[in-house]
């Protein structure tokens, strides 16, 4: 069974740029939620997908935009980078017909400049 | 609106003592209650979850919590404190009905292992 992975692992942007971060789910699992975490803090919901669909948002901006793929795979856009965008950017996968337990990728690290 | 508070930011314990780290939650129902562990650059690992049931919950690494919905707490413990569990802890809550499954995390807690 493989588990959730990230790429890129890092990567280094400047104010104004865009960025696309890449997540694959565990096998099986067909929800992804995306989470935000700056340093010193805990992660912040940026928004879920299922069946391809957004599933729910927490409070970003619209700059921050996502996709799923049939294949339950997902990525997360930020348009316009600002300097506190700079953070880990966690991907999780789930079933949501469980107990919304997830499961958490190793993150990119987006760094803005 | 759900929320998490982790009272203590930073917790130093000695190897072999026992630990607990301290959990408040904010939900109008039951919760569901999950503790994470993070390595230093790493993402998050689940050590242990509540959904229903038995309130005294084991997990991964010896690890225990207990929630108490009297006291809208989901404490974590361990009897005996290793220098691998150095890392940061996160307690989350998560919506029990309702489509969106989104978590809810704390602040988390900074646990130092002295030897």
């Known amino acids: 069974e493989t588990g959730v992975t990230q790429s890129p692992t890092h990567l280094i942007k400047t104010r104004g740029q865009q960025v696309t971060l890449r997540c694959s789910s565990q096998?099986?699992?067909?929800?992804v939620s995306w989470y935000q975490q700056a340093l010193g803090q805990g992660p912040q919901f940026i928004f879920q997908y299922y069946r391809e669909e957004e599933n729910g948002r927490g409070n970003f901006p619209p700059r921050f935009s996502g996709l799923q793929f049939p294949n339950y795979s997902s990525e997360l856009n930020v348009n316009a980078l600002e300097l506190d965008d700079s953070a880990l950017y966690l991907c999780a996968s789930s079933l949501v017909a469980g107990y919304n337990e997830q499961f958490f990728g190793p993150g990119t690290r987006l760094t803005v400049l | 609106a759900q929320s998490v508070t982790q009272p203590d930011i930073h917790i130093t314990v000695s190897e072999g003592a026992s630990l607990e780290l301290r959990c408040n939650y904010s939900y109008g129902a039951t919760p569901y209650l999950f503790w994470y562990v993070q390595s230093p650059g790493q993402g998050l690992q689940l050590l242990l979850k509540?959904?229903?049931?038995?309130?005294l919950v084991q997990g991964i690494k010896g690890f225990e919590a207990e929630f108490k919905r009297s006291q809208s707490s989901f404490n974590l413990r361990k009897p005996s404190v290793h220098w691998s569990d150095a890392a940061e802890y996160f307690c989350a809550v998560g919506a029990s009905g309702g489509s969106n499954y989104k978590l809810t995390f704390g602040k988390g807690t900074l646990l130092t292992v002295n030897p």
């Open positions: 096998s099986g699992h067909n929800t």
């Open positions: 509540y959904f229903s049931g038995d309130t």
